[in-house]
């Protein structure tokens, strides 16, 4: 057998076995042993029966007395005593009728189970039991306990491990032997070995630092590497013009706060370089980052280069333009700033293409459509990219290919990045961040609510809309289901618009509909010929209506910390009070983590929370597909990313060949193109 060997040919594994692996993405032998355990149950300490306490236990005992029998029809109990020379102890097994005949009397077993009360009394329920003499790998030790398939239970995947595991030392060791060797890790094969068949928590400990570590040291190599690369790459160098700079400012309405200065000053420090900028700009929802686009926009207008700002929606593309239009005004730019988004009519869009290729148009603010329509945009010298995750790096490139040079290229985010995560991921970027929002704000009044307080907060409700204000409704779902316990935009339009807030101008906007339509409710809205706007999540990025006040998250556990913030971000833009209810499911005792909603109104603070109970991959993870599929480092571990990162730029200093190891160079290889941004 050889690693590369389908898992149908270990024994035991017949086809049926290897679809339900197949399944679980395991398709080879090398697969199942780089299958890690989701956590761990800790059955190492035998006790004698007399001093078992309830929780998970080994015994070693004989087992006696078994008999089985149907309870009802579907309904099997086999009840057994186990004997050492202490005392005795029940056993009980649900549906496992073959335990009566499978179980030898008068030899040794171990007895692995849950020692729990069943019917007023104590007994130990359905345990693993493995003779003595045999190599156990079920009971008597720190057991792994794996993501399961229908038919395929952790205890059958240790058995059929058990069988390969000596295989791990055909595995190739995946760093270079100085890098184990100067950070004192574990081989590869030592650690793969325990963290399937553990002999002690620290031995367990040692193993998951050793592939965590290599999860973080492959993610910063590949952005460093990016880094690298970058800096022989050459752009279009901008001049920085104060003159202008000062003009722009002393146009706008109020005064940047000194974060605003400050990233704005590190963009033009950028651009005045041919090596081409590749920043990232960090800020809350409504810290004012548009304000900071328009501004390296236009000194690269002013020398005569296009600029491209591409947004994830028609809706935020519409937005911006109009932003960026009226920012630009009083210079007299405004009519260089031209939008192309899919919607467009034919007429509009090819004169919006001939003013883009005779660079009537500089400022060219659209969605997808600005890559995927035959755009000729050949003077272009600056990307901004909005909600950069959100597009994939082959959409970044192509427009970067447009332009037939490397570009200066700023990308944006509202949503905050601990800054681990963003050392591993994005190591190669330069992050400026707006951590505050302007002085005007106040902070957002955040409540969680009991759906039995509804009525209540309707009132509350009503005299903000009685004011003049508007208000955000947010469901987790568009249509109702019979499968989800939760509330849908069709139902809660209907709701209000003909029960609760029939007084009021209520709007439905979702994903599902036209962009037209969606455009159309979306203008009535701020325009306010609504009051009200029912909705899917489609408005959490960017959405400004400074008019709106109260926003009403319907299901709100359901949702993840970062995006309620996110989804709050949309009230409070003016100075007026904003309100956020969190409506919850049940009238349950809400998590602590809903409670860090109501007492933090920073962003930063919440990604971590969200970061350390839910996982990188959880938050991220959905659109940085699989590069924070991170299976054993915990990003929370600054000791371990600082170490990796530190023998990952070592690697990079020593000129390393990395051809030489073969699975490090082809995950790289891959992570470049996923934590690349440039
Ligand atoms: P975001 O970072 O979410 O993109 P925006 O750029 O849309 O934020 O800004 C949100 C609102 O704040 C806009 O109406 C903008 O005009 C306003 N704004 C931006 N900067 C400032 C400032 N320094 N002082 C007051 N208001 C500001
Ligand atoms: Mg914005």
Same mark, same amino acid.
């Given at each position: 057998m050889k690693l590369t060997s389908p898992v149908g040919e270990v024994k035991g594994v017949g086809p049926a076995l290897q679809k339900t692996f197949e399944s679980l993405g395991i398709a080879t032998v090398q697969d199942l042993?780089? %299958?890690?355990?989701?956590?761990?149950?800790?059955?190492?300490? !035998?006790? =004698?029966?007399?001093?078992?306490?309830?929780?998970?236990? =080994?015994?070693?005992?004989? !087992?006696?007395?078994? *008999?089985?029998?149907?309870?009802?029809?579907?309904?099997?109990? =086999?009840? &057994?005593?186990?004997?050492?020379? $202490?005392?005795?102890?029940?056993?009980?097994?649900?549906?496992?009728? %073959?335990?009566?005949?499978? =179980? *030898?009397?008068?030899?040794?077993?171990?007895?692995?189970?849950?020692?729990?009360?069943?019917?007023?009394?104590? &007994? /130990?329920?359905?345990?693993?039991?493995?003779?003595?003499?045999?190599?156990?790998?079920?009971? &008597?030790?720190?057991?792994?306990?794996?993501?399961?398939?229908?038919?395929? #239970?952790?205890?059958?995947?240790?058995r059929i491990l058990k069988q390969v595991i000596p295989m791990v030392d055909q595995l190739p060791e995946l760093l270079p032997d100085w890098i184990v060797q100067d950070q004192k890790l574990l081989?590869?094969?030592?650690?793969?070995? $325990?963290i399937h068949f553990p002999d002690s928590s620290e031995r367990l400990k040692r193993a998951k630092e050793r592939l965590g570590f290599d999860e973080v040291f492959e993610l910063s190599l590949a952005s460093l590497l990016n880094k690298h690369d970058l800096m022989n790459d050459r752009a279009v160098a901008v001049p920085f013009k104060e003159r202008l700079a000062k003009t722009f400012v002393s146009h706008l309405p109020f005064t940047l706060t000194n974060e605003q200065r400050k990233s704005i000053w590190q963009i033009y420090l950028d651009m005045q370089k041919t090596r081409p900028m590749n920043r990232l700009l960090e800020g809350d929802v409504g810290s004012g980052k548009t304000v900071v686009a328009a501004m390296a926009a236009l000194m690269a207008m002013e020398q005569g280069f296009q600029v491209a700002l591409m947004a994830p929606t028609e809706l935020l593309a519409r937005q911006h333009a109009?932003? /960026?239009?009226?920012?630009?005004?009083?210079?007299?730019?405004?009519?260089?700033?031209?939008?192309?988004?899919?919607?467009? #009519? *034919? &007429?509009? *869009?090819?004169?919006?293409?001939?003013? !883009?290729?005779?660079?009537?148009?500089?400022?060219?603010?659209?969605?997808?459509?600005?890559?995927?329509e035959k755009v000729d945009m050949q003077q272009l010298g600056l990307v901004i990219i909005d909600e950069q995750h959100r597009f994939g790096v082959d959409q970044r490139k192509a427009l970067q290919a447009k332009a037939g040079h490397a570009l200066h290229v700023l990308n944006m985010t509202a949503t905050p990045i601990p800054r681990s995560l963003a050392l591993t991921l994005y190591g190669e970027l330069d992050i400026s961040v707006i951590a505050h929002k302007p002085q005007n704000r106040k902070p957002i009044k955040t409540k969680i609510i009991s759906p039995h307080a509804r009525k209540t907060v309707y009132e509350t409700i009503k005299k903000e809309l009685n004011d003049g204000h508007q208000m955000f409704v947010v469901c987790p779902l568009i249509t109702e289901s019979d499968l989800l316990h939760a509330r849908s935009t069709e139902k809660v339009y209907e709701e209000m618009k003909t029960r609760d807030f029939k007084k009021y101008r209520v709007g439905l906007l979702h994903g599902k509909m036209k962009a037209e339509e969606k455009n159309q409710v979306m203008e009535q809205f701020a325009a306010h010929e609504l009051d009200i706007l029912v909705s899917t999540t489609v408005i959490e990025v960017g959405v400004n209506v400074p008019n709106a006040t109260v926003m009403l998250v319907e299901n709100a556990e359901r949702f993840g910390l970062a995006q309620i913030h996110q989804l709050r971000g949309r009230v409070g833009r003016s100075e007026a009070q904003g309100y956020c209810f969190l409506m919850m499911t049940d009238a349950q005792k809400p998590s602590q983590r809903l409670r860090a909603l109501e007492s933090s109104d920073d962003g930063f603070t919440l990604a971590e929370l969200d970061l350390e109970i839910r996982g990188p991959g959880a938050i991220y993870g959905t659109f940085q597909h699989g590069a924070l599929d991170l299976r054993m480092a915990k990003l929370t571990d600054s000791r371990l990313i600082s170490r990796a990162r530190n023998s990952a730029q070592a690697c990079i200093d020593r000129k390393e060949n990395l051809l030489k190891y073969r699975e490090l160079y082809e995950n790289v290889t891959k992570l470049r193109a996923v934590t690349n941004l440039n």
């Open positions: 042993l780089l %299958y890690y355990p989701r956590k761990y149950q800790d059955y190492s300490k !035998i006790e =004698t029966i007399k001093h078992i306490r309830p929780g998970p236990i =080994t015994v070693k005992a004989e !087992i006696k007395d078994i *008999k089985g029998h149907y309870v009802r029809r579907g309904m099997h109990i =086999t009840e &057994a005593v186990a004997s050492d020379e $202490t005392d005795s102890v029940r056993i009980v097994w649900f549906n496992q009728p %073959y335990r009566e005949h499978q =179980t *030898k009397r008068g030899v040794e077993y171990y007895i692995a189970g849950n020692f729990e009360l069943s019917r007023q009394r104590l &007994a /130990i329920m359905n345990p693993s039991i493995e003779l003595v003499s045999d190599f156990p790998v079920n009971t &008597a030790r720190i057991i792994p306990v794996y993501k399961e398939a229908k038919g395929l #239970k952790s205890a059958q995947i240790r081989s590869r094969a030592e650690a793969l070995h $325990t109009e932003t /960026i239009y009226e920012l630009l005004q009083p210079l007299g730019y405004a009519d260089q700033v031209g939008l192309l988004v899919g919607g467009l #009519k *034919k &007429a509009q *869009k090819d004169l919006t293409h001939h003013k !883009i290729k005779d660079g009537t148009i500089r400022f060219i603010v659209g969605t997808h459509a600005l890559i995927q």
